[in-house]
T-cell receptor, first 112, second 115 residues
Framework: DQQVKQNSPSLSVQEGRISILNCDYT??????FLWYKKYPAEGPTFLIS?????DKNEDGRFTVFLNKSAKHLSLHIVPSQPGDSAVYFC???????????FGKGTRLHILP | SAVISQKPSRDICQRGTSLTIQCQVD?????MFWYRQQPGQSLTLIAT?????????ESGFVIDKFPISRPNLTFSTLTVSNMSPEDSSIYLC????????????FGPGTRLTVL
C-alpha cells in the first residue's frame, strides 16, 4: 500500500523550461514533506522540504508547493538545467523525528 | 554533512548464501538506517541501528533475515541471509539525527543480484 505516490516514472523537459514533478500522499498524519535527488551510483541527497503549516517553500531554482486538502505536492524547477537530470524522490513523515516514507521516484531527463 | 561509503558497491550471489554489506561514516553518528530499494519500488526502511542497542526492525523485516551490527559510532553492517532472487535490490545505509529528517545522508548503495 503506497502512502506516497509518484505516478510519473519519467519526465522529459527541454533545457530552460520548467520541470514539474508531482507527488500524492494518502496518510493525513504526514506533516513534513521532502524531495530528494539521486544521481546514478550515488545515494539520494536532500533537496528541499516543506512543513504542513506552509503551502510554498522556495530555494533558488527549486520551489515546492503543498496542497494539504488535495494531499498533493509538487516540485518546480525553473529554469531546468542539464545537471537536473536525475531521479527525484518525494518523501513524507508524520514529524521530523519519525521515519521517512518514500515514493518510487520520477526520472527527470533534461533535453538539450 | 557526512560522507558515507559502502562495500561492496555491487555483487552477484547464489541463492541460499549470505552477503554482508559494510557502511562506514566519516564522523561519529548516533543513528544509522538501512534501506532497501527493490526494482521499480520505493526506498523502504529495513531497520534503525543505534550504537549500544539492538537494531529496531520495521514491519516485514526480521533479525534472522537481516542481522545488523553496530560496533561503534562510525560503522555498521547489514547481512542479507539465505538469499533468494526476491532479495535482489539496492541496499543503502544512511545516517541522521533525531528531529532533522532533512539532514539524513545516504551512502551510494550496494546493488545485489541473487541468481
Amino acid at each position: 500500500d503506497q502512502q506516497v505516490k509518484q505516478n510519473s516514472p519519467s519526465l522529459s523537459v527541454q533545457e530552460g523550461r520548467i520541470s514539474i514533478l508531482n507527488c500524492d500522499y494518502t496518510n493525513s498524519m504526514f506533516d513534513y514533506f521532502l524531495w530528494y535527488k539521486k544521481y546514478p551510483a550515488e545515494g539520494p541527497t536532500f533537496l528541499i522540504s516543506i512543513s504542513s503549516i506552509k503551502d510554498k517553500n522556495e530555494d533558488g531554482r527549486f520551489t515546492v508547493f503543498l496542497n494539504k486538502s488535495a494531499k498533493h505536492l509538487s516540485l518546480h524547477i525553473v529554469p531546468s538545467q542539464p545537471g537536473d537530470s536525475a531521479v527525484y524522490f518525494c518523501a513524507a513523515t508524520p514529524n521530523r523525528d519519525d521515519k521517512i516514507i518514500f515514493g518510487k521516484g520520477t526520472r527527470l531527463h533534461i533535453l538539450p | 554533512s557526512a560522507v558515507i561509503s559502502q562495500k561492496p558497491s555491487r555483487d552477484i550471489c547464489q541463492r541460499g548464501t549470505s552477503l554482508t554489506i559494510q557502511c562506514q561514516v566519516d564522523s561519529q553518528v548516533t543513528m544509522m538506517f538501512w534501506y532497501r530499494q527493490q526494482p521499480g519500488q520505493s526506498l523502504t526502511l529495513i531497520a534503525t541501528a543505534n550504537q549500544g542497542s539492538e537494531a529496531t526492525y520495521e514491519s516485514g523485516f526480521v533479525i534472522d533475515k537481516f542481522p545488523i551490527s553496530r560496533p561503534n559510532l562510525t560503522f555498521s553492517t547489514l547481512t542479507v541471509s539465505n538469499m533468494s532472487p526476491e532479495d535482489s535490490s539496492i541496499y543503502l545505509c544512511s545516517v541522521g539525527r533525531t528531529g532533522s529528517a532533512d539532514t539524513q545522508y545516504f551512502g551510494p548503495g550496494t546493488r545485489l543480484t541473487v541468481l
